[in-house]
């Protein structure tokens, strides 16, 4: 039903996941992120608790392999499920379960994994590795998009179109970027132009918000105050 793509970005530390399918919501129930740790993308017929386990047995050390297969030790629908986990390490390992719809299956690298099930063909998988290894100056997250849209001109999801959604962590307790297409006709297209907005409007905020580094980020309302009025806004608070 779904396909996906984990990274991870060692210079600045970064993970992502970035999937699409023809279902609803997809950002809701795949991707997982943790800090320092790793990415999982859980898919098919979803046991979202695959995520966390996973990322829970990788942030004790187990390599993914190890820990893919710990968090569906318990799964006693492991025959259905698709799960695969990325590591700071670089680290990956796949699980496509016998009952898993075709085409599904998975490709994985150093610092990048892909799945998928239901797909028109390897086609997709080929065409969304391809893509993403040969855009590797772009942002990591135009980067990911780009595969997926490659993928998707394959034959993505043999089904057609219906969500999409990208997330990145770096050093927070919570993604920097997470953006998500529900239902749409062109999700990939609309996730691209979200992006744009995200890259517009989202990131420079980032690093006033409140962080790690600072916990309570910018609070200076007349810096902020005249921001604002140099962009033509006029947003006063009340004191």
């Keep these: 039903m779904t396909w996906s793509l984990l990274a991870h970005?060692?210079?600045t530390g970064a993970f992502a996941v970035a999937v699409t399918t023809y279902a609803l919501a997809v950002g809701a129930s795949c991707p997982f992120l943790r800090r320092g740790v790793g990415a999982v993308s859980t898919q098919s017929?979803?046991?979202?608790y695959l995520g966390p386990a996973t990322l829970d047995a990788m942030e004790r050390g187990l390599a993914p392999a190890a820990a893919l297969e710990a968090a569906l030790a318990g799964d006693g629908g492991r025959g259905l499920r698709q799960v695969h986990a990325l590591d700071a390490k670089g680290r990956t390992a796949a699980h496509t379960g016998q009952n898993c719809v075709d085409w599904c299956g998975s490709l994985t690298g150093e610092g990048w994994s892909l799945a998928g099930n239901m797909l028109s063909g390897p086609a997709?998988?080929?065409?969304t590795r391809d893509?993403?290894?040969a855009h590797a100056a772009l942002p990591l997250p135009e980067r990911m998009l780009r595969a997926l849209q490659a993928g998707e001109t394959a034959g993505g999801d043999r089904r057609g179109r219906q969500s999409a959604a990208i997330q990145l962590v770096t050093d927070e307790d919570f993604p920097d970027l997470d953006l998500r297409v529900d239902d749409h006709q062109a999700p990939l297209d609309e996730l691209e132009r979200l992006l744009r907005l995200w890259r517009r409007d989202r990131?420079?905020?980032l690093r006033r918000a409140p962080r790690r580094a600072n916990p309570s980020g910018d609070t200076d309302m007349a810096a902020m105050e005249a921001a604002w009025a140099a962009k033509g806004l006029d947003l006063h608070f009340r004191r």
């Design 9 to 11: 970005e060692p210079e």
């Design 124 to 127: 997709t998988l080929i065409a």
């Design 203 to 205: 990131e420079p905020m």
């Design 45 to 48: 017929i979803t046991n979202r």
């Design 131 to 133: 893509a993403f290894l």
